[in-house]
């Protein structure tokens, strides 16, 4: 499958297509049993997640991830803020002062789904020496999205 990547503006949009039902994907965003299977950039070893499934419901991913210097914890924070099964889901980040906001679109296409996510409003910023952090994001999301396409294509031929 292709993915398109774009980042703009603070902006990062991301249109991947699943060659699996749209009931399937969005669950695999929703139900927290398959969330660990797949959330999280590529060194992500270990994810413990908290969603409420509606509107104003946590949407929390607390996360190991190994490092050359070893292990550390990034919990992420985040409160839904759209929820309309199975065509989409929005939830604002609470981890920075400027809140990010996270949309998901789920597209029944002959192919399976279509998934677009925009990532929106992205500060501007360093996280380490030269690196930006919209380029941390657009790593971490491009990472987690193709374990998603891995572990999906698993769960259909567990089926």
Known sequence: MTTQTSVENGNLTVVRTYSAPIEKVFDAWIQTSKIKNWWGCAECTDVRSEV????????NHHMTIDTPAGQHEVEGFATLVEYDPPKRLAYTSNDIE???LITVDFVEVPEGTQVTLVHANIPDMKVQGDVKLSDVITGGWSAALEKLDIFLNSEKQAS
């Open 52 to 59: 409420e499934p509606k509107v104003g419901g946590k949407y």
């Open 98 to 100: 400027d809140k990010m």
